[in-house]
């Protein structure tokens, strides 16, 4: 079974630093695609950023950026110039391709600092 | 489009009672499911749906029933509620091409069982 760790309960940063995210997940399918949703105080689950195991290039949506290392199983999400509203639980996601079902990570609380 | 829609927003429950959470869409997506989300443990899989008229089993499907009577909605029930089923339940919906794109989530409930 696949599973998915972010080792991180909580972060913080300071406003217009960077911070970065980790996710690690465990599976032996080759195809598959990985995921960032963020969830702030209101509860809405909102993607951020998905990734395609097949493509080498890291997905990025402006100020998010991933880092995709498939061999080491490695997934992590880079905040550039954190903002207010970047304030939010983030979970980390996995599904294998052809597979309805989406595995998630505990979730990581990111704090703003102003 | 309202996207995802799920009733009620919040509900407490006595011990042993029961009730329906729906769930509805309006973006013709095949796909719906279920899911609880608890402190420390991430979201997890309650029963999804595949097609109008079918389910399956998720993770964590015991003390849960659904019903997918027609595409837009899905019908989570608790005959019989228990304390451990506080929890955020959310419901999400995703469509399929060949391979089955992202999900896209209602607001979320909030259940207390006392």
């Known amino acids: 079974a696949q599973t998915v760790t972010q080792s991180q309960p909580e972060m913080s940063v300071q406003e217009a630093e960077t911070v970065t995210l980790s996710c690690t997940y465990d599976?032996?399918?080759?195809?598959?695609?990985l995921f960032w949703y963020k969830q702030p105080p209101s509860r809405q689950m909102i993607l951020v950023i998905r990734?395609?195991?097949?493509?080498?290039q890291n997905a990025t949506e402006n100020r998010f950026s991933v880092n995709f290392q498939k061999a080491a199983k490695s997934f992590s999400l880079k905040i550039s110039d954190s903002q207010l509203g970047d304030a939010a639980m983030y979970f980390c996601?996995?599904?294998?391709?052809?597979?309805?079902?989406?595995?998630f990570g505990t979730g990581t609380r990111l704090t703003i600092i102003p | 489009n309202a996207g995802v829609t799920q009733t009620p927003k919040f509900r407490v429950l006595k011990t042993g009672q029961s009730m329906t959470l729906l769930c509805a869409q309006d973006?013709?997506?095949?796909?719906m499911y279920w899911y609880r989300q608890d402190p420390g443990m991430g979201l997890r899989l309650i029963h999804y749906?595949?097609?109008?008229?079918?389910?399956a089993k998720g993770e964590v499907p015991d003390g849960y029933n659904v019903s997918r009577l027609k595409k837009q909605n899905f019908l989570l029930g608790l005959e019989s509620a228990a304390p451990s089923q506080t929890s955020v339940y959310f419901c999400?919906?995703?469509?399929?091409?060949?391979?089955?794109?992202?999900?896209?989530f209602g607001p979320g409930t909030r259940l207390t069982v006392t």
């Open positions: 749906s595949v097609g109008e008229g079918t389910t």
């Open positions: 999400a919906s995703s469509y399929s091409n060949g391979d089955v794109y992202e999900q896209y």
């Open positions: 996601a996995y599904r294998r391709w052809g597979n309805e079902k989406l595995t």
């Open positions: 973006m013709n997506h095949e796909y």
């Open positions: 599976t032996s399918e080759s195809d598959y695609y």
């Open positions: 990734q395609e195991a097949y493509k080498q």
